[in-house]
T-cell receptor
Framework: GAGVSQSPSNKVTEKGKDVELRCDPI?????LYWYRQSLGQGLEFLIY????????KSGLPSDRFSAERTGGSVSTLTIQRTQQEDSAVYLC??????????????FGDGTRLSIL | DAKTTQPNSMESNEEEPVHLPCNHS???????IHWYRQLPSQGPEYVIH???SNVNNRMASLAIAEDRKSSTLILHRATLRDAAVYYC????????????FGKGTSLLVTP
């Protein structure tokens, strides 16, 4: 079946521009996560959506970052007024139950964001 | 959050077994032990997870120490496609969680 899909796969933009990154989770998965991975580093948690509950935004690095999830499915991560330190691979993951029984997360291949 | 400790890198010959260790001495009773791997230019891939008992699946085996303070991911016959960074992660059972990826172990497989 289809896995987690992210678009675009690559994005190059100028400093100060806004960018939107899209994630299509696996159908039926109620939990959705955003992470980012800077060059040579581990993954850094950004935000977590679970069903209709308020999202856990504790990992967002600044108020320039926001995310929404419409209809419990597709999610968009928006970065406003991009800075060079925002350059990273942004990864999306989904899971079927999220909070219970340690269900695994399924990752997309990410969006590689480069800020010039 | 409970932490895990893994070697930075390991090397294995192709078609030989690989044992990837992980220490998690501060694990709590509600923590699952998860393993993921990340191949170059790809997102992480789930490998296996367990709570107390050893686990087997088509990809690997997970051996969990009786006191749960350590675990070992076992690849029974390494292939060149198994070259990746392997992450050992503790994930709480009872709350919404984000996976806390550390630096992982970079596995090199040589022909």
């Amino acid at each position: 079946g289809a896995g987690v899909s992210q678009s675009p796969s690559n994005k190059v933009t100028e400093k100060g521009k806004d960018v939107e990154l899209r994630c299509d989770p696996i159908s039926g998965h109620t939990a959705l996560y955003w992470y980012r991975q800077s060059l040579g580093q581990g993954l850094e948690f950004l935000i977590y959506f679970q069903g209709n509950s308020a999202p856990d935004k504790s990992g967002l690095p600044s108020d320039r970052f926001s995310a929404e999830r419409t209809g419990g499915s597709v999610s968009t991560l928006t970065i406003q007024r991009t800075q060079q330190e925002d350059s990273a691979v942004y990864l999306c993951a989904s899971s079927s139950l999220g909070t219970l029984r340690g269900q695994p997360q399924h990752f997309g291949d990410g969006t590689r964001l480069s800020i010039l | 959050d409970a932490k895990t400790t893994q070697p930075n890198s390991m090397e294995s010959n192709e078609e030989e077994p690989v044992h990837l260790p992980c220490n998690h001495s501060t694990i709590s009773g509600t923590d699952y032990i998860h393993w993921y791997r990340q191949l170059p230019s790809q997102g992480p891939e789930y490998v296996i997870h367990g709570l107390t008992s050893n686990v087997n699946n088509r990809m690997a085996s997970l051996a969990i120490a009786e006191d749960r303070k350590s675990s070992t991911l076992i690849l029974h016959r390494a292939t060149l496609r198994d070259a990746a960074v392997y992450y050992c992660i503790l994930a709480r059972y009872d709350s919404g969680y984000a996976l806390n990826f550390g630096k992982g172990t970079s596995l090199l497989v040589t022909p």
